[in-house]
């Protein structure tokens, strides 16, 4: 009598999460970095056409960054996931809120007061972003840092209606942008050369 043989199965390999999705942290991190540094550059003083960054935060640093969002929720990268979107709807807001924001009645002084609190909030969610990416690495703290001091200094300079306060929060934008760009070079150079040639630290 013959004797069946039973086919095996070979065990099927389990792939992370996404895996086939390309790394959007570059993405993100550049879209951020490039709308932050022009807005910067007008918190600086070093020009007065605000009306310029309006493009930029719908289109590069809102939609581009709520999609590199989306992708990493995709690969199962909570943090990036929080990250991207998060500001990604936060440059959507600030294209709402200066170019299609109906004041009223109110003075500018209020204007200024509610802007305060606004930028006081994204500073409170992103100091506690800033403490999830000592998980990261030394690139990604570093730009959350100085951004968590960017937002609080320009809350300062809107309470205070002082131009020094609103320069100053303008050129440690412009610092967090060269380190946003920082970690997004290195994003794109270290997958090109399937090596590490920009090195982004280890994490905490």
Request: hydrophobic share 50%; net charge neutral; glycine share 10%.
């Amino acid at each position: 009598m013959a004797t069946t043989q039973v086919p095996q199965v070979q065990p099927q390999t389990a792939f992370p999460p996404g895996s086939h999705i390309a790394d959007p942290a570059a993405l993100g991190l550049g879209a951020f970095a490039l709308t932050t540094f022009v807005l910067s550059v007008v918190n600086a003083g070093w020009m007065s056409a605000e009306a310029v960054v309006f493009g930029l935060a719908l289109a590069y640093g809102g939609l581009a960054q709520l999609l590199a969002g989306m992708w990493e929720f995709a690969k199962g990268n909570t943090f990036g996931a929080t990250a991207f979107s998060s500001y990604g709807a936060f440059w959507l807001s600030f294209w709402y809120l200066t170019g299609h924001t109906d004041f009223g009645t109110l003075t500018t002084s209020q204007i200024d007061t509610g802007v305060g609190w606004y930028l006081l909030a994204w500073g409170i969610f992103t100091t506690y972003m800033a403490v999830a990416s000592t998980r990261t690495n030394s690139a990604v703290l570093v730009v959350f840092v100085l951004l968590a001091a960017t937002y609080y200094i320009l809350a300062v300079g809107n309470w205070t209606g002082s131009s020094f306060w609103a320069h100053l929060g303008g050129y440690v934008g412009i610092a967090t942008a060269a380190a946003t760009w920082y970690a997004s070079f290195a994003t794109v150079s270290n997958w090109a050369f399937k090596r590490t040639v920009m090195p982004v630290g280890p994490r905490a």
